[in-house]
């Protein structure tokens, strides 16, 4: 490939200064590239190939022990003033973070190949698209980086000779947890990241560009990016409405963004379509509404938990081209993970490459898991069944509706609506979960997760607040924004709602109050349906189910809005007053109810 960005080439070379390869190879893309980096990944063992007749195209990678999440300690925006990133992110001064960093990655690629990766996030050339480079000496790297983004030779063709990119720096380096660091500069439009190999951390396409330099890019040019699955609801007339979601972790944002329509709607004619189920980058187009794309261009999935029940669609989308990491190998040359399809294999390898039988124990007695919780797929987008057609469009699609979601047992109802736009920012920035069993801390505890952005937001995040405030003065014909909680809980800790592709009930609620065909009862928190517009025709739920769904207590209310503002404190003189006046509200509302 003839490179004609002088500026690029520049970059690129002084990187390599520092980093020291043996090489640099530069991605072009082709299914030759694809082929001679498998055979070479394949000949040290950073990936395995699997069976190819009964997984064709896919393979298996482990990553170091100590290096299996995202290390969001290690994680940092690194801006000229600590106020600019806020209280809510890591910080350390630019100048400071490219020395430090600089000592990891000086000779760290020695006796490696320096890869350099031109991807678009978005469909290549598209006005809402965004163009990066990155330098990684992992082929494991640039295998993910060819499904989650477009990249090669068309990305550097729209480049030209003085386009805009990110600058993307990553090393595996010695992968030493105390020489790990993931930096944000979005000042220079540069990310560095070096000592891990897991992809959350070395995919930089991903949240480090898609949501956290991305979001301060966004705020700066009147866009969102934002933490979003994108799906498309197409009813018995064919009309097609689109939603963008936010979720925190464990509560199915990709079992929703690949739902498959229960029977008694399916009979109907309802149609689910899949355009993204992590990143929304969202902006006003020349028709005044606020049009969707998704940036990526495959799926980065947990795998434990995923199999038929919870979601077929990504059952399927898996089957061929996937790389698989730290699940379990099974010693047929295919993979395995707990809560997935069928019984435990009699054997294999797990995550850590160790012997690996079901029932083991640790000396604390602590059952072995084959898969590591937090394993993962890598798969093409354009392999899951309900891909939508519109996912290559260069303006995506129209938002009819946002909706902001959390795990939360008794407290929030099972939908509702905002009574405006300011509201409804209110009601993204009070979102919240509460921990599982399965997760780290507290069981029950509320965790505050603004628009599911808490980890990924570039900036301050009352200024993100702000941005959403003025986005909503932008954008002519507003989506409207709604709350879900498919989480309710009776007394004797029973979910209430059955979920899965049940959800699409709600959704359709949700879509008929978007096209003004169903009326709502106005409460302190906002609008909630009517019980006889929620259809469980042919679902087996007692009717006292629904009502207690759509239930408000008072007095629970009342102890999460203090707990709110506790939260709310943080941000000090940066919490918009439009925040503050809609929280005073809500409070008022349910102080005059007797």
């Known amino acids: 490939m003839k490179i004609i960005h002088n500026r690029l080439k520049a970059w690129v070379e002084e990187m390599a200064r520092m980093c020291g390869p043996d090489k640099i190879i530069w991605i072009d893309g082709s299914d030759t590239e694809k082929s001679r980096l498998e055979k070479e990944a394949f000949s040290t063992g950073e990936v395995i190939q699997l069976d190819q007749n009964k997984l064709p195209g896919c393979v298996y990678h482990r990553t170091a022990i100590n290096d299996v999440a ?28 490219y020395k430090k960093a600089g000592t990891y990655f000086k000779g760290a690629m020695k006796g490696r190949k320096m890869y350099v990766i031109p991807f678009s996030m978005g469909p290549v050339g598209s006005p809402f698209s965004k163009i990066g480079i990155e330098l990684t000496d992992s ?45 944000h500069f979005p000042e220079d439009n540069t990310i560095w990241s070096v000592g891990s190999g897991y992809g959350g951390n070395v995919l930089l396409s991903k949240k480090c560009l898609g949501l956290r330099i991305a979001s301060f890019l966004a705020r700066k040019e009147e ?11 197409e009813k018995p007339d064919g009309k097609i409405d689109y939603v963008a979601a936010a979720f925190p972790s464990a509560c199915g944002k990709t079992n929703l963004a690949m739902l498959i329509p229960p029977e008694g709607l399916k009979s109907k004619g309802y149609k689910v379509w899949t355009v ?24 980065f999935g947990v795998a434990p938990g995923t199999n038929t029940k919870t979601n077929p669609n990504a059952i399927k989308t898996v089957g061929k081209n996937t790389i698989f990491t730290n699940v379990l190998l099974k010693d047929d040359k295919t993979v395995w993970w707990e809560d997935g399809e069928g019984d435990a294999p009699s054997g294999g ?29 890598t798969a093409p987008i354009n392999q899951c069944p309900s891909l939508s057609y519109r996912v290559e469009h260069h303006h995506g699609v129209p938002i009819s509706a946002i909706i902001f ?25 009070s979102m919240a979960s509460e921990r599982t069993a399965a997760q780290f801390g507290k069981q029950g505890e509320v965790r505050r997760d603004p628009m599911a952005m808490l980890p990924f937001c570039g900036y301050h995040m009352g200024d993100y607040f702000k941005h959403w405030l003025r986005m909503g003065k932008i954008i002519k014909k507003q989506p409207k924004i709604f709350h879900v909680n498919w989480f309710k809980q009776n ?40 019980p006889k517009d929620i259809n469980i025709t042919g679902l087996d739920m007692p009717k006292e189910n629904l009502e207690e769904l759509l239930k408000i207590d008072k007095d629970e209310w009342l102890e999460d809005i203090k707990n709110l503002g506790e939260f709310f404190k943080k941000f000090d003189k940066k919490l918009p007053k439009e925040i503050e006046k809609e929280y005073t509200a809500l409070k008022e509302r349910f102080n005059k109810q007797k």
Request: net charge neutral; with cysteine; proline share 5%.
């Open 223 to 233: 866009w969102m990016a934002e933490h979003m699955l994108i799906l498309g609801i």
């Open 491 to 530: 007394k004797d800790g029973k979910f209430l709602w059955p979920g899965f592709g049940e959800n699409l009930r709600v959704l359709e609620w949700i879509i008929d109050r978007c096209n003004n065909k169903v009326d709502a009862v106005k409460t302190p928190i906002g609008y909630l349906p009517n």
């Open 405 to 429: 979601g959390g795990r939360r047992a008794h407290l929030a109802p099972l939908v509702y609506e905002s009574f405006n736009w300011q509201h409804g920012v209110y009601v993204g920035a």
């Open 139 to 183: 082929i494991y790297v640039v295998l993910n980086m060819r499904i989650m983004t477009r990249i090669g030779a068309p990305v550097l063709k729209v480049l030209g000779a003085d386009g805009e990119f990110t600058k993307c720096l990553h090393s595996k380096a010695d992968l030493d947890i105390n020489r790990r660091l993931i930096l």
């Open 70 to 97: 995202r290390t969001e300690n290690l994680t940092l925006i690194c801006t000229k003033k600590k106020e600019e990133a806020g209280p809510t992110n890591n910080w350390m001064a630019p100048e400071d973070a």
């Open 349 to 377: 390898t797990d995550w850590k490459g160790n012997p690996w039988k079901p029932g083991m124990k640790d000396k604390d007695g602590k059952v072995i898991t084959g898969a590591h919780p937090n394993a993962r797929f």
């Open 276 to 299: 993204g189920d992590d990143i929304a980058w969202m902006r006003v187009d020349s028709d005044g509404a606020l049009w969707a794309i998704n940036p990526e261009n495959g799926f």
